[in-house]
């Protein structure tokens, strides 16, 4: 293989050159400095029965995409095997970046024929290892196919290649007055396939829905390179089987979706936002339930913080809190937004609202806001989090749904149950609104007998209290083995039997969602 590899590189080596020059160098070596140990040895996993890439696969895949479309420098390899948060790592020595469906067809298929294992991968941004190969698959990277192809303002539907960015995505609808139907705190590098392949959810779920309902079409190719072309642009469409439903949260496994068709709404003309402080938690569920019933059509978001995850903003990253009528802060915080159409209208809504909270000694402090800017600087609290608790060292973050009625109990049974003076924090926050809680126990590396004690009791504890132990970032590497904690057997047999009929060669994304086992 190593003709073809230094081929490759010498064509390549100008782009070498100025990576090492300047912040792209920086970005690069940073990673390397702080490599995780890799997945298959910290997780004991055997390898498949795969392929291994060839002197030939390399000068195939270099004829079909040319010199820009693959990546075999280790250093920037590395940025691929790795995931953001640095708690997995892969062994990939090829990375594919295709430029249209047709070419991800033909990798596809050659991939197939020869064995060769894949790993899909989108912005890189999710919570249990989904996007990244555990040992030496390839990465076949979707970032070169983010054209948008139609924008049809009259029925609000947008289609685009999978590799667009969800912030660009939203400017480009924003210039015609309409929205994408999903906000997520990694929108500006997570791209839309990956958001798809995963059923996100993000921060106004609770207006707009899921993916499976905002979702009207997927162009996907499956593991042979047959291209499934469900591009539907209908709003309804009542004709046989769904087949979109397949790839919208089964993360590459079935298929790599390349091409999406979505329902966006009207740009809201008023946004309004309360940051509101709260001394307890049963006080933050008294407050989502009066705003449920004061808001109604106009509640876009509702969003918990506690302190501790607070603490990551404002003394980790130096972020103001507008709320400072105590020193020592809020137990908890409350970010509840509205989206409409009438600004006055709403704001007299939301200010009667948050009065009637702080009258009923339910709140404790509160602001309002409809300034952009303040706007954007409240919401930095809490989407800034996931990414700044990072600099606490190791984190295992946790992504569940819970009844309300259980929806912190989870932190607190945490809290007491791991007492080890090597603990940074343990903290949740979350979208209050559909039950969605994200919970990170930060320490200042990784230790094995640390993560004994989380796993699988947080997993267990949360099927108990009959939530789900994913809500909006999937099952991945991390999670396999506790599926049966979420689903049937019968609905995992099933799912074995859709895995077997689309993947026989279980090419796509192998280790993910569903365990290799012999009957697969």
Not at 130 to 148: A, C, Q, T
Not at 319 to 329: A, C, I, M, Q, V
Not at 410 to 428: H, Y
Request: glycine share 8%; proline share 3%.
């Amino acid at each position: 293989m190593r003709s073809a590899l230094m081929s490759v590189l010498l064509r390549q080596c100008n782009k070498v050159a100025e990576r090492c020059s300047g912040k792209i160098a920086s970005r690069y070596y940073s990673i390397s400095a702080a490599k995780p140990e890799l997945t298959s040895i910290r997780y004991k996993i055997r390898r498949g029965p795969y392929a291994t890439v060839t002197d030939a696969d390399v000068r195939f895949f270099d004829s079909l995409l040319g010199s820009n479309g693959l990546i075999t420098d280790p250093d920037e390899c590395e940025g691929y095997n790795i995931d953001f948060a640095k708690t997995v790592r892969g062994a990939s020595r090829l990375i594919l970046k295709p430029k249209s469906t047709e070419q991800v067809s033909s990798i596809l298929k050659y991939c197939n024929e020869k064995r060769l294992a894949v790993c899909p991968q989108s912005g890189n941004t999710g919570l249990v290892g989904g996007s990244n190969p555990v040992f030496d698959e390839i990465v076949i990277s979707m970032k070169l196919m983010n054209k948008i192809l139609d924008t049809n303002e009259l029925a609000g539907i947008l289609t685009c290649e999978a590799g667009c960015v969800l912030q660009d995505l939203d400017n480009h609808l924003a210039r015609v007055g309409l929205m994408m139907p999903l906000d997520l705190g990694a929108k500006g590098s997570c791209l839309i396939g990956g958001c798809v392949s995963t059923n996100a959810g993000g921060l106004r779920l609770l207006r707009y829905g899921n993916l499976h309902g905002t979702v009207l079409g997927v162009e996907a190719v499956k593991a042979n390179g047959d291209i499934v072309n469900c591009l539907n642009a209908l709003k309804k469409n009542n004709t046989g089987y769904h087949l979109k439903h397949l790839f919208i949260g089964s993360e590459g496994s079935l298929g790599i979706v390349s091409k999406v068709s979505i329902q966006c709404p009207p740009l809201p003309k008023a946004v309004n936002l309360a940051f509101l402080g709260l001394a307890s938690f049963d006080k933050v569920l008294k407050t989502y339930h009066l705003a449920k019933r004061h808001l109604g059509e106009i509640l876009s978001s509702c969003e918990m913080i506690d302190r501790i995850s607070m603490d990551v903003s404002v003394n980790t990253l130096g972020l103001k809190n507008p709320l400072t009528s105590r020193e020592d802060g809020h137990e908890f915080y409350m970010l509840i937004e509205t989206s409409g159409s009438h600004s006055a209208h709403d704001e007299e809504k939301l200010s009667s609202f948050v009065e009637k909270a702080i009258n009923d000694d339910i709140i404790e402090d509160g602001t309002l806001t409809n300034e952009t800017t303040k706007v954007n600087n409240i919401w930095a609290l809490r989407e800034r989090i996931s990414g700044g608790v990072l600099r606490d060292g190791y984190v295992f973050k946790y992504d569940l749904s819970l009844p309300l009625s259980s929806f912190y109990e989870v932190v607190e049974v945490l809290r007491k149950r791991i007492r080890d003076p090597r603990i940074v924090r343990i903290g949740g926050y979350g979208h209050l609104g559909d039950g969605n809680i994200h919970i990170q126990v930060s320490i200042p590396e990784y230790y094995e007998d640390i993560a004994a004690q989380i796993e699988p009791f947080i997993f267990e504890y949360v099927s108990q209290c009959q939530g789900s132990i994913s809500a909006e970032h999937g099952i991945g590497f991390k999670k396999t083995k506790y599926l049966h904690l979420s689903r049937s057997s019968s609905e995992i047999e099933m799912m074995y039997d859709l895995k077997k009929m689309m993947d026989p060669n279980w090419i796509l994304n192998p280790y993910k969602v569903l365990p290799i086992t012999e009957k697969s």
